[in-house]
């Protein structure tokens, strides 16, 4: 059964040749690899609470071959991800055939980012980084727009500037420690205590996913994901900045818990910095794919902030609250995407008054709303609650309110959004055609992330079965317990 968690990467490979052999269908094909795995996947996280599934390429144990290893946290985000991916397709059902020229880098991109979950060699997630980054370089370029060009210039400066840093500790990592296994790494960090050379390694490496995950290094996301399409720029929401998060809670928990008194500092003053820089942008700015933009910015801060307690009710509520973020956050994409062009509105300067045409549109605009807000029984209630007790657990009291005021500022530039956007006199009475399949995939999603709240003991039961330490005797063991 282990050999199964390679699905959720080779699916959409398989699917993204496909697509670029066949013209026909490809939509089609992608939508159904992607619902496909994402099945196969979530079915594979619920059993990794009894047994964490590795596979170990050319029968080589660690430390000496390449392993994948997927326990829930990493095959529940897989499955996130996929889901998300084909439903945002179906989002897309209507665009004409030349669009589809860009399926096979979506899949390809979704390549990268299920590898860098189900990785367990840091250099191997080095790779899957770059496959990810790769394809999305495509995505943002590709188009007719110079807005494009000069978006993709700084992402891909910042990002090729990541890399090379990655590349770095991964060679002064080796250096230090002769291993690159995420279990053998873990064991030898411990051995090897906490030195200057082995901090500057862990700093290193959190100023690497600091820039993938727009922790403090948010300048380029903006920019860049105010230019995508619709649907690119859902994606990129929610996967994107969420596998750096994804790497940051692997390490920090599994490789490098040994420095946890002083990246604690670090880590924390980054998620509320993070916070802060969201909060001063989904106030200040009326362009509303910018005001999105920080509404990522701002989560990112709220969902490292968990990490940095360094407790287990802060570190669950990371998890669950990033499992919500990653839906929603697509969802509220494809929410403004609607509203910016298949209505032609970019900013809140005035009233549109939408509500008298596109009432349903409205009302999940509203429910986006309060689940960012936090409000319960929506689904970023039950994550955002346990931050806060594990804020107050780790006595990090000023983060605490600082999360707790970002929650309100966040739903408030959102209400404010929608009261301008959908309220007030109509511009004008032509009405423009919103689909049925759009409809069918944002409440889908809604519902995907309203799941996430009704199953949040269930999940919160899930995400308390993982032990680092079952993690590392696993994997050392080949996956033999």
């Not at 009432?359 to 970023?380: E, N, R, S």
């Not at 500022?409 to 959004?417: N, P």
């Not at 993982?466 to 696993?474: G, H, P, Q, R, S």
Request: proline share 3%; with cysteine; net charge positive.
């Amino acid at each position: 059964m282990s050999n199964l968690i390679i699905l959720p990467m080779l699916l959409p490979l398989l699917a993204g040749v496909l697509t670029v052999i066949i013209r026909q269908y490809r939509r089609e094909i992608a939508i159904s690899a992607t619902a496909v795995a994402s099945v196969i996947a979530f079915t594979l996280a619920y059993f990794s609470t009894e047994q964490i599934f590795v596979i170990n390429f050319g029968g080589w144990r660690p430390p000496y071959g390449i392993q994948f290893a997927g326990d829930f946290l990493s095959l529940s985000l897989s499955g996130i991800s996929l889901m998300l991916t084909s439903l945002i397709l179906l989002f897309g059902l209507h665009r004409p055939a030349a669009e589809s020229i860009k399926l096979p880098f979506v899949l390809f991109l979704l390549v990268g980012v299920n590898g860098s979950f189900l990785t367990a060699d840091v250099f191997n997630l080095f790779v899957q980084f770059e496959v990810m980054l790769l394809a999305s370089f495509v995505l943002m370029a590709i188009g007719n727009r110079a807005v494009q060009f000069k978006a993709t210039v700084p992402y891909v400066v910042i990002n090729v500037v990541g890399s090379w840093l990655f590349l770095v500790a991964i060679a002064m990592t080796y250096s230090l420690y002769g291993t690159l296994n995420f279990a053998h790494l873990s064991l030898r960090v411990q051995d090897h205590g906490m030195t200057s050379h082995a901090l500057l390694i862990a700093v290193l490496y959190l100023l690497v996913f600091a820039l993938k995950s727009a922790l403090i290094l948010f300048m380029w996301l903006p920019k860049s994901y105010a230019v995508l399409s619709t649907e690119n720029s859902a994606i990129f929401s929610a996967l994107l900045t969420k596998v750096g998060v994804y790497a940051m809670i692997r390490f920090a928990t599994v490789i490098f818990s040994v420095h946890a008194p002083i990246t604690h500092n670090l880590i924390i003053s980054g998620s509320i910095f993070t916070m802060l820089i969201g909060c001063i942008g989904v106030v200040a700015y009326r362009s509303i794919k910018y005001m999105i933009c920080y509404q990522i910015i701002l989560s990112i801060g709220i969902v490292i902030f968990g990490l940095a307690t360094d407790t287990q009710a802060g570190l669950q509520g990371a998890v669950l609250y990033l499992m919500n973020d990653m839906v929603i956050k697509s969802l509220l994409f494809l929410l403004s995407g609607v509203i910016i062009r298949e209505l032609h509105i970019r900013s809140i300067n005035q009233n549109h008054g939408l509500i008298k045409h596109y009432p349903a549109l409205g009302i999940l605009f509203l429910l986006v709303t309060l689940t960012i807000g936090g409000v319960p029984p929506f689904g970023g209630f039950a994550g955002k609650l346990m931050i806060i007790k594990g804020g107050l657990q780790d006595e990090a009291y000023i983060g605490t309110v600082i999360l707790v005021l970002s929650s309100l500022v966040a739903m408030y530039a959102l209400l404010r959004m929608f009261l301008r956007v959908f309220f007030g006199e109509p511009l004008s009475e032509k009405r423009k055609q919103v689909h049925m399949h759009q409809y069918l995939a944002m409440t889908l999603l809604f519902v995907l992330s309203l799941l996430v709240s009704l199953a949040a003991q269930p999940l919160l039961d899930m995400i308390s079965h993982l032990n680092v330490a079952d993690y590392i005797e696993t994997l050392m063991n080949g996956g033999e317990r």
